[in-house]
Nanobody, 127 residues
C-alpha cells in the first residue's frame, strides 16, 4: 500500500516562494510516478504537476508553468514542488499523488487516474 506524506505548506505573501515535500513509502517493486494536485475552496481538485519514475519527464498545468518546478530524489523516495512567484490564486490544499501504469515516464494530471493520495497540506498566499 503506497503511503504519501506531505510537508512544507504554510502562509506566504504574494510573490513569495514555498517548497512542498512528499515522502513515499510502502512499495517494493518499481517506483510510482508522482505528482501534485490542489483543491481550492468550492472548486474541483486539479492537477498541478507530475513527474515520471526516473524524473526525466515532467508535466505542468498551464497556470503554473514557469513558476513551479517538480523534482524527485529516488534515494529518499521524495518528490518536491518548488513554488515561486505565488499569487492568491495558488491558495489551496495541495495533495501529493501516486500513479502506477505501464509507461514509467508518462504521468497524468487527471484526477481519475491517480492510485494514491496524501492527506494534503494547506498553502495560503495572502498579504
Amino acid at each position: 500500500q503506497l503511503r504519501l506524506v506531505e510537508s512544507g505548506g504554510g502562509l506566504v505573501q504574494p510573490g513569495g516562494s514555498l517548497r512542498l515535500s512528499c515522502a513515499a513509502s510502502g512499495f517494493t517493486l518499481g517506483r510510482p510516478k508522482m505528482g501534485w494536485f490542489r483543491q481550492a475552496p468550492g472548486k474541483e481538485r486539479e492537477g498541478v504537476s507530475c513527474i515520471g519514475e526516473r524524473g526525466r519527464i515532467a508535466n505542468y498545468a498551464d497556470s503554473v508553468k514557469g513558476r513551479f518546478t517538480i523534482s524527485r530524489d529516488n534515494t529518499k523516495n521524495t518528490v518536491y514542488l518548488q513554488m515561486n512567484s505565488l499569487t492568491p490564486d495558488d491558495t489551496a490544499i495541495y495533495y501529493c499523488s501516486g500513479e502506477w501504469s505501464p509507461n514509467p515516464e508518462v504521468c497524468t494530471l487527471s484526477v481519475g487516474r491517480i492510485d494514491s493520495w496524501g492527506q494534503g497540506t494547506q498553502v495560503t498566499v495572502s498579504s
